[in-house]
């Protein structure tokens, strides 16, 4: 089945550092990518997505890339801020008869200070 | 611009109560899903309804547990006889029908504290 794998947490940085989070997928064919946002108290928030091999998701300055060859989707940012702290998922949603439902990785904590 | 809600926000039961959860989609969204996040995870996916058909239930979703969507627009989740382990927040999301890459849109969810 399909699976995600993201780099244990937490992650702790100071303002201004550059973040980057691991993330590596199984799946077969050809899964859309994705990295949601987790603020505390509140739901999931898309953060960005990429939907074939070498698309760039960007958005507030977070970047991935899908690398099919290495199986990955790494999130990057060149300049953490406060605000930035939450957690962070990977998912991916599968091409074919599962292509609705998200399979999530554990989460990533960043904190980051001022 | 209204997005995902659910009611209620928290719910506290004791063990061996039946509970109900509530989940309304964006306005035109034909598609409806439940997920179950427990602490330090990721969330899980529990079921799917495209309009009010329900297409596909996850083997975590024991038959204590049923979700409907009746009219293709809001839907319930329902625990009977709830146990400790029920306890997580359970996320309801949305997007619409057509292509199949449009991004699932979450709400805040239920948190569930069984006692």
């Known amino acids: 089945g399909n699976s995600v794998t993201q780099m244990e947490g937490p992650v702790t940085l100071s303002e201004e550092a550059f973040l980057t989070i691991n993330c590596t997928y199984t799946?077969?064919?050809?899964?859309?990518l994705f990295w949601y946002v987790q603020y505390p108290g509140e739901g999931l928030q898309l953060l960005l997505k990429?939907?074939?091999?070498?698309d760039k998701g960007s958005n507030k300055g977070f970047e991935a890339t899908y690398r099919k060859e290495t199986t990955s989707f790494h999130l990057e940012k060149g300049s953490v801020q406060v605000s930035d702290s939450a957690v962070y998922f990977c998912?991916?949603?599968?091409?074919?008869?599962?292509?609705?439902?998200?399979?999530f990785g554990k989460g990533t904590l960043l904190t980051v200070n001022p | 611009d209204t997005g995902v809600s659910q009611d209620p926000r928290h719910k506290i039961t004791k063990r061996g109560q039946n509970v109900t959860f509530r989940c309304d989609p964006i306005?035109?969204?034909?598609?409806l899903y439940w997920y179950r996040q427990t602490l330090g995870q990721g969330p899980e996916f529990l079921t799917y309804?495209?309009?009010?058909?329900?297409?596909?239930k996850s083997r975590l979703l024991s038959d204590r547990f049923s979700a409907e969507r009746p009219k293709g627009s809001f839907s319930t989740l329902e625990i009977q006889r709830t146990e400790q382990g029920d306890s997580a927040m359970y996320l309801c999301?949305?997007?619409?029908?057509?292509?199949?890459?449009?991004?699932?849109?979450f709400g805040d969810g239920t948190r569930l504290s069984i006692l």
């Open positions: 999301a949305s997007s619409p029908g057509g292509r199949d890459n449009q991004p699932q849109h």
């Open positions: 799946a077969t064919g050809y899964p859309s």
């Open positions: 990429a939907t074939k091999a070498d």
């Open positions: 998912a991916l949603r599968g091409s074919g008869g599962s292509n609705y439902k998200l399979t």
């Open positions: 306005s035109e969204h034909n598609r």
């Open positions: 309804f495209q309009n009010e058909a329900q297409l596909e």
